[in-house]
């Protein structure tokens, strides 16, 4: 807490920007955080657009980049943007489901097959009638598009069916819906950051975790001996980033369509680089020894669909939309 309120501190004293919207005379320093490591795609993205802001508006936008959970990440740091700090936030968006529990619906355990379907699916007036309703609580949303994978359950042993799950404790990031998710898959959900995670599965605290093969492989969780893999794809991987609806408000148009354009260019980019990549990242960590194995579906969707009546504010009305609008993607895509 003593973090947010320092780092929250921080953003209003340093980062005030000049109060013109002359672009010619506005300066603003922003604070982007998450707890993506150095070698992600995900990071690498955040400078690049950093970086292309910062040239494209002359200096007059300067984006500082935190990974690693360096300042307020996951809920910590939705709340500092909803606060009107000088700070985007780049998180699942279950956490802006806090404050709109639509956004906790779709990302939904189970729900999406392809990148695609999500990216069709977050076109949708729908979704975009949901992020109107974000903004009156303060949060703008300048993309929900950086996907970084499915995400499977990593294990010692094999997993195939919810059974399998008794007893074995999994970690999860701490949003209220990977927990009961998980636990509704038949594991015990054992929230913690990421940052604590390594030492939590060397030292038995947790029995796995649940992460995409991008995440296996740029933090190297194979190296902590969980080999086997259950396809779950049970959440779709995904970052949405947010400033404050005030801090974007004093931005000048020109430069505002500078930050929407490079955030929207670079997510397209990643998910791209990503389609690229995935097989040639499954063909390596199987070098180190990983193994992949299909689950059961329908036992695991079973369970999870009572998620989407348990969690605060979410309703099957809610998956009820979603599942219409998807079904008229797949029939299109
Ligand atoms: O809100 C952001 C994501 O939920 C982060 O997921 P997490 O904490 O499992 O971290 C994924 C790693 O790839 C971070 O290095």
New binding site residues.
């Given amino acids: 807490m003593k973090l947010i309120f320092i780092c929250a501190l921080l953003c209003i004293i340093s980062c005030r920007p000049s109060e013109t919207k002359d672009p010619s005379k506005f300066k603003i320093k922003l604070r982007l955080s ?4 150095p070698k ?1 795609d ?1 990071t690498l993205s955040m400078d690049k657009v950093a970086k292309r802001i910062d040239e494209k508006t002359n200096g007059a936008v300067k984006i500082l980049t935190f990974p ?1 959970g360096q300042i307020a ?2 809920k910590d740091g939705v709340e500092l943007v909803a606060r009107g700090a000088h700070f985007i936030s ?3 968006p ?2 802006i489901g806090d404050y709109v529990p639509e956004f906790t619906a779709l990302v939904g355990p189970m729900l999406y097959n392809s990148y695609d379907e999500y990216t069709e699916l977050i076109k949708t007036q729908m979704v975009k009638d949901w992020a109107k309703k974000l903004e009156k609580q303060g949060i703008k949303i300048l993309s929900l598009e950086y996907i ?1 994978g499915f ?1 499977n359950l990593i294990t010692d042993k094999v997993v195939r069916t919810p059974e399998d799950l008794e007893g074995v404790k999994l ?3 701490g ?1 209220k819906l ?1 927990i009961e998710t998980l636990n509704a898959m038949g594991a015990t959900a054992t929230p913690l ?2 940052g604590e ?1 390594f030492s939590a599965v060397q030292q038995g605290v947790v029995d796995g ?4 093969e ?2 296996n492989i ?2 190297k969780v194979y190296e902590t001996g969980k080999k086997n893999v259950a396809l779950t794809k049970h959440f779709l ?1 995904v ?1 949405g980033v947010y400033i404050s609806t005030e801090v974007w408000a004093k931005i000048p148009v020109k430069y505002q369509k500078i930050i929407q354009d490079e955030f929207d260019f670079e997510a397209r980019e990643m998910i791209n680089l990503l389609k690229s990549k995935h097989s040639s990242v499954v063909k390596k960590l199987e070098s180190h020894g990983v193994k992949f194995n299909e689950i059961d579906r329908a036992s695991f969707e079973k369970r999870t669909k009572n998620v989407f009546e348990s969690l605060p504010g979410v309703n099957l009305q809610m998956y009820n939309k979603i599942q219409n609008e998807l079904k008229s993607i797949r029939e299109r895509i």
């Fill in positions: 998450h707890v993506f490591s992600e995900l690693q990440t996951y780049v998180e699942d279950s956490y970084f995400r970690r999860t990031p949003s990977f950051p990421w995670t975790l649940e992460g995409s991008f995440t740029s933090t991987g970052c």
